[in-house]
């Protein structure tokens, strides 16, 4: 099935097969030695583990570098073939080449305030893929953090497409429902792939 949250924001729930959602989570759990909770500017410490491929998130901006000086992980082809596929299957036309993939893990204490995308450059969609406990997303309008927003589960397998006018909208994740995911995944807590374009070079 295909649900249209909004305009420009496509839900394709379990587009990811078993054997797919396998695949992502091993390729996660190779990359997962990079992962680290992001202090931000505000002096807050994000909850979420982050690790980022093709450039770094800084906060609010991309480097090709960590803090540490090492640098940021290959964003790899395969991702890129993946990112095209689920893009067309969302129904959208067009070149896709997405050169960022962000990886964020929420335990089961971990939530993502409401905020808007916009460090990249280009405006082309940002791809979701979910993987483990199921999470509440929290998807608001362009205007503020205020109502209207919808409150969608994304379970794993769940590929969710934000571009056009949804590309620019709040969203955030509210909770993770601990013990969701599928035992035969063999992941505790929720993992989220997004690509981006980051637009630079
Ligand atoms: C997540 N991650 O479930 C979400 C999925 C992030 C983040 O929010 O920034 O890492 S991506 C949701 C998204 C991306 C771009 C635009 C919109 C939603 N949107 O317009 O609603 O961990
Ligand atoms: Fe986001």
């Not at 480097?63 to 992980?73: F, Q, Y």
């Not at 979701?128 to 503020?144: H, I, K, M, P, Q």
């Amino acid at each position: 099935p295909r649900l249209d949250l909004a305009p420009g924001a496509v839900h394709l729930p379990d587009w990811l097969d078993l054997d797919a959602q396998r695949r992502l989570l091993a390729a996660c759990r190779e990359w997962a030695p990079g992962m680290r909770q992001q202090r931000l500017p505000n002096g807050g410490v994000m909850s979420v583990r982050m690790v980022c491929l093709g450039w770094h998130w800084a906060p609010y901006r991309y480097t090709r570098t960590l803090d540490d000086g090492s640098t940021v992980l290959p964003f790899p082809a395969w991702l890129g073939d993946l990112g095209r596929r689920a893009v067309a299957a969302a129904g959208f036309t067009g070149d896709y080449r997405p050169d960022i993939a962000l990886v964020n893990f929420y335990d089961a204490e971990a939530r993502m305030g409401l905020h808007q995308d916009k460090d990249e450059r280009s405006l082309d969609p940002v791809v979701s893929f979910s993987l483990g406990d199921t999470g509440v997303f929290r998807f608001g309008n362009t205007e503020n953090r205020g109502r209207p927003w919808t409150d969608v589960d994304l379970r794993s397998g769940d590929l969710v497409v934000f571009g056009g006018g949804s590309r620019l909208a709040y969203h955030g994740v509210t909770r993770i429902k601990p013990g969701t995911a599928d035992p035969d995944l063999g992941l505790s807590g929720r993992l989220n792939v997004t690509l981006r374009v980051s637009g630079l070079d």
